[in-house]
């Protein structure tokens, strides 16, 4: 029922490598039918010549399906038991209460192996079909290789939909560069304006200023039924207005609209959940938790800002009783942010600074080094008073999961697909074993004229690995499809968020030098057995 950062993206990715996982173990089923109707051809021919009928050669490929399929899922329950029990053993401090084995998802993923098995045969049938009685037993069996690119295909094609699924929905919660290096929260009590002017000329800092935050109820807001979450609008008000990247209207006219009215700006996300658009009037119910009275603000520009890590590290969000969720930041002026607070003038203190550092500065001492001088200089110029404390929250922070570059966010559930790849690369041996008995002639040719056992196992690795590089150009392109549409669906969650697409190269790569490492692995003592015994015959 605890469930930490990393159990949850477990679970966001838990779906997409179920069904990766299904159509991977599909497509080696199909491909282990159809190098078994290659190897058995010559006595499938014989029976149907005394007499097999069609029915029979299709109740012959059930029959083999569903063994393979038992055999395959007995023994992988098995060795995912052992695996489990190891890995967990190996990390007692994410797994303090051990190995608990969930015996429904046991059950439910033999059901759906069984399902598997006659699916498999609606794809092979046509191969077991083709047998036709008094076929000669000498008929050069097919070697079956792009069966097993496209098998090969699969299991690549869930690990790049996995990797490029966690990038790029991961790219809507990185924090926006644009964003100040900075969050300082004076909590709880916050320090007063007078206060502030003590630290205008800390060393290192290019500038700092007031950060103003207060939660304010969205007058078009339908809270869901089964929730008590009412949609608000986080406005934050300082001396200036980073520069974001605005998608409507500009940084130059926005600045000066929220110094001389009460303008404000948003962010791409609520304008894509509400339909606000430059020009458009944000209506809010202002009044804290006494009467509300409705406020219409106009909305002077759009800006493409993630901001979701900031101000939840930051702890701005859910002061006052305000709900720790929101729709999104709303950038405005004091004068606008002091109009909406219920609160007197006079009791509302600051608690939450604005950061800037010298670039020398923070490439002198890196993140966390610059963060710690100023945050201990601040304390020492507050006097280090008992009403509040000061925390730094640096925007390019790494720490326990919670801020993340890129895919890192996503942890243990990127490397999971390896294991298909290793999976996959057991394929090989089926293949190689029709490979050689395709070319069985040829290799004797080869051997008459001179080529030794290292050139005949080379021919056979080769082939292995021509496959297993065909299967990664097929799976690239629609691994990604998949990996980004499931990103989609996943934002979806969240009203507005914007649609992004990434790709890891570097992981991607990672991932393809892996898979032609297993292939190879597994290809060449493989391909040493299958040579070793043609020249002993």
Same mark, same amino acid.
């Given at each position: 029922s605890f469930k930490g950062d990393?159990?949850?993206?477990? /679970?966001?990715?838990?779906?997409?490598?179920l069904a990766a996982a299904i159509l991977t173990a599909l497509a080696l089923?199909?491909?282990?039918?159809?190098?078994?109707? &290659?190897?058995?051809?010559?006595?499938?021919?014989?029976?149907?010549?005394? !007499?097999?009928?069609r029915f029979g050669v299709v109740r012959f490929a059930f029959a083999e399906s569903l063994l393979s399929t038992?055999? !395959?899922?007995?023994?992988?329950?098995?060795?995912?038991?052992?695996?489990?029990? #190891?890995? #967990?053993?190996?990390?007692?401090?994410?797994?303090?209460? !051990?190995v608990a084995f969930n015996l429904r998802g046991m059950a439910l993923s033999s059901v759906a192996a069984l399902l598997i098995a006659p699916l498999?045969?609606?794809?092979?049938?046509?191969?077991?079909?083709?047998?036709?009685?008094?076929?000669?037993?000498?008929?050069?069996?097919r070697s079956r290789r792009i069966g097993m690119a496209i098998a090969f295909a699969f299991g690549f094609g869930a690990f790049a939909a996995v990797e490029i699924w966690g990038a790029s929905l991961m790219r809507g919660f990185v924090p926006s560069p644009e964003w100040p290096d900075a969050i300082v929260s004076l909590l709880p009590g916050g320090a007063s304006s007078f206060d502030i002017e003590?630290?205008?000329?800390?060393?290192?800092?290019?500038?700092?200023? &007031?950060?103003?935050?207060?939660?304010? /109820?969205?007058?078009?807001?339908?809270?869901?039924?089964s929730s008590s979450y009412r949609p608000n609008a986080l406005f934050l008000a300082a001396e200036w207005l980073p520069e974001f990247n605005f998608v409507e209207g500009d940084h130059t006219s926005a600045t000066k609209a929220l110094r001389e009215g009460d303008g404000c700006v948003i962010s791409l996300m609520m304008s894509r959940a509400r339909s606000l658009h430059k020009g458009d009037e944000l209506k809010l119910?202002?009044?804290?938790?006494?009467?509300?009275? &409705?406020?219409?603000?106009? #909305?002077v520009g759009v800006v493409d800002v993630n901001w979701h890590m900031v101000t939840s590290r930051g702890l701005v969000r859910g002061m006052n009783g305000a709900s720790g969720m929101t729709d999104g930041p709303v950038f405005v002026s004091f004068d606008t942010v002091e109009s909406l607070d219920p609160r007197p003038a006079a009791h509302v203190r600051m608690t939450h600074l604005w950061v800037e550092y010298e670039k020398d500065f923070l490439n002198e001492n890196g993140v966390f080094g610059a963060a710690r001088i100023v945050e201990r200089e601040i304390a020492s110029r507050l006097g280090d008073p008992d009403g509040f404390t000061v925390r730094l929250h640096a925007r390019d922070e790494i720490a326990d999961g919670t801020l993340a570059h890129g895919s890192d966010l996503i942890g243990q559930a990127a490397r999971v697909p390896f294991v298909f790849l290793a999976i996959l690369a057991i394929g090989f041996v089926a293949m190689l074993v029709a490979e050689a008995d395709a070319a069985k002639n040829e290799y004797a040719v080869l051997r008459a004229v001179g080529a030794t056992r290292a050139q005949l196992v080379a021919k056979l690795a080769a082939a292995a690995l021509r496959t297993a590089a065909r299967g990664i150009l097929i799976a690239l392109p629609f691994g990604a499809l998949a990996g980004w549409l499931f990103a989609v669906k996943t934002a979806s969650v969240w009203p507005g968020m914007p649609r992004y697409f990434v790709v890891p190269w570097s992981i991607i790569a990672e991932g393809a030098a892996g898979a032609v490492l297993f292939a190879l692995v597994v290809a060449v003592p493989t391909a040493m057995s299958i040579v070793k015994r043609a020249a002993k015959r």
């Open positions: 990393e159990q949850r993206r477990m /679970d966001y990715a838990r779906p997409l490598m089923l199909v491909n282990s039918l159809l190098l078994s109707v &290659e190897a058995n051809r010559g006595s499938l021919a014989i029976l149907r010549t005394v !007499g097999l009928t038992c055999i !395959g899922a007995l023994s992988g329950v098995l060795l995912a038991s052992a695996a489990l029990y #190891v890995y #967990v053993s190996l990390d007692p401090v994410s797994f303090p209460a !051990g498999a045969v609606l794809f092979a049938l046509k191969g077991f079909l083709s047998v036709r009685p008094l076929d000669s037993t000498s008929l050069r069996p003590k630290l205008r000329d800390i060393k290192g800092v290019k500038r700092i200023s &007031e950060l103003l935050p207060l939660q304010v /109820d969205l007058h078009d807001g339908e809270a869901p039924k119910l202002a009044g804290g938790r006494g009467p509300k009275t &409705e406020v219409s603000l106009p #909305v």
